[in-house]
């Protein structure tokens, strides 16, 4: 168990709706990323929060946002969905920014399938 | 931004056998990690590893910062070590970049 927490872990979801996906990051730990893994594909950032601010962008959709919260959660936002948004997301959460010497540690994942 | 390369990018082996995976990264960084993508799709840290040796049973990690390149070793291999190897390492602060990954079959 990595200690960080997403859910759910599986959505099915119809073209066109939103859906919102949440992640707990490990305890005292300040940054969250969110990647996006298409079917037997790499990883690729969308975005990375630290202590409440974005810090850093990737290639990630203008129908997508995300935010992160007081307590440190994060909720990644998904709307007008395509099928090929059908992918598994990961958050990920560090003690410190990426450019430290800090670890990175992954939750399980939410799979979602756009039908 | 940072360019992460694994090689091979495919490798099938037998049950009990080794193998050496190499990941290359283009800028000098200050960490780097191997994480196994096991077939049910979860990313499991194996090492955190800026520099020199580690080893955690079977698996062992060289990273050799300033030649720009990490090794991850797997010995006597055995079918649950199958699955898809990343390394990671920090882009410029931002984020973490992840290499292509190596997909390892092992058949028993």
């Known amino acids: 168990d990595s200690g960080v927490t997403q859910t759910p872990k599986h959505l099915i979801t119809a073209t066109g709706q939103r859906v919102t996906l949440r992640c707990s990051p490990r305890?005292?730990?300040?940054?969250v990323y969110w990647y996006q893994q298409s079917l037997d594909q790499g990883l690729q950032f969308l975005i990375q929060?630290?202590?409440?601010?974005?810090?850093a962008k990737g290639n990630i959709l203008e129908r997508f946002s995300a935010q992160q919260f007081p307590d440190l959660h994060s909720e990644l936002n998904l709307s007008s969905l395509e099928l090929g948004d059908s992918a598994l997301y990961f958050c990920?959460?560090?003690?410190?920014?990426?450019?430290?010497?800090?670890?990175?540690?992954f939750g399980q994942g939410t799979r979602l399938t756009v039908v | 931004g940072i360019q992460v390369e694994q090689s091979p990018p495919d490798l099938i082996l037998q049950e009990g056998a080794n193998s050496t995976l190499r990941c290359n990264f283009s800028d000098s960084v200050n960490n780097l990690q191997w994480f196994h993508q096991n077939p049910w799709g979860q990313l499991i840290n194996l090492f955190y590893?800026?520099?020199g040796t580690k080893q955690n049973g079977r698996l062992s990690a060289t990273t050799v910062a300033t030649e720009r390149y990490s090794l991850l070793y797997i010995s006597s291999s055995q079918t649950t070590d199958s699955g898809v190897y990343f390394c990671?390492?920090?882009?410029?602060?931002?984020?973490?970049?992840f290499g292509p990954g190596t997909r390892l079959s092992v058949l028993p």
């Open positions: 305890s005292g730990d300040l940054s």
């Open positions: 590893i800026p520099s």
């Open positions: 990671a390492v920090p882009n410029y602060g931002q984020n973490f970049v």
């Open positions: 929060y630290y202590n409440g601010e974005e810090r």
């Open positions: 990920a959460s560090s003690a410190m920014s990426a450019g430290a010497n800090t670890e990175a540690f």
